[in-house]
């Protein structure tokens, strides 16, 4: 199960890391007022790794059975796997475009239409964050963060979906009970 986890989770991290690096580093502000979805998509189209390996892993492994524990751990292990290769890209992308290029673009974003003491506010709160951000034991935690629930949220549907074996049963089980009717 931890080659499968690990497996499952570069690849769902690669996808979900890569992607969004690719759309940071090409399309600049393009994605405008969708991109968080955009970018929640696309987390989730990586994390449907998760979903995957533990079908995988009740149809070949379990025999076609699998129970909520067993599926939950190695949803969450994938989570965890995936979450630490998302930071890693994001931060080999923000070394390509420049920790203050991305923070002045995400300031620019959050003072837009601000003005007065709010804006004068908001303008500390940026140079704080902009400090913070800087300190790789602040970042990667926070991007790993932005990862890492929907992870959770994707183990736990596909463990309660996958522990039952009449959700999506493998081609052989299926074959198995045709043959025993």
């Not at 951000?133 to 963060?145: A, G, I, S, V």
Request: hydrophobic share 50%.
């Amino acid at each position: 199960m931890l080659r499968t986890s690990l497996t499952y989770g570069v690849i769902g991290g690669l996808i979900a890391g890569g992607v969004l690096s690719v759309v940071v580093l090409n399309f600049e502000g393009a994605t405008g007022q969708y991109g968080m979805a955009i970018g929640y998509l696309i987390m989730l189209i990586g994390l449907s790794t998760i979903f995957l390996a533990i079908k995988r892993q009740r149809d070949l492994a379990g025999g076609g059975v699998i129970r909520f524990l067993p599926a939950l751990g190695m949803g969450l292990a994938i989570s965890l796997v995936a979450g630490i290769v998302y930071a890693i890209c994001w931060d080999l992308a923000l070394a390509t475009i420049g920790i203050d290029a991305f923070i002045d673009k995400f300031a620019g974003a959050m003072l837009e239409g601000k003005t007065g003491a709010e804006l004068a506010k908001a303008q500390a709160e940026m140079e704080g964050f902009r400090t913070a951000y800087h300190n790789p034991f602040f970042r990667l935690p926070m991007t790993f963060t932005e990862i890492f629930p929907v992870g959770v949220i994707v183990s736990l549907v596909s463990a309660l979906l996958l522990r039952n074996s009449r959700f999506l049963p493998a081609a052989r089980v299926e074959e198995e009970q045709s043959s025993e009717a």
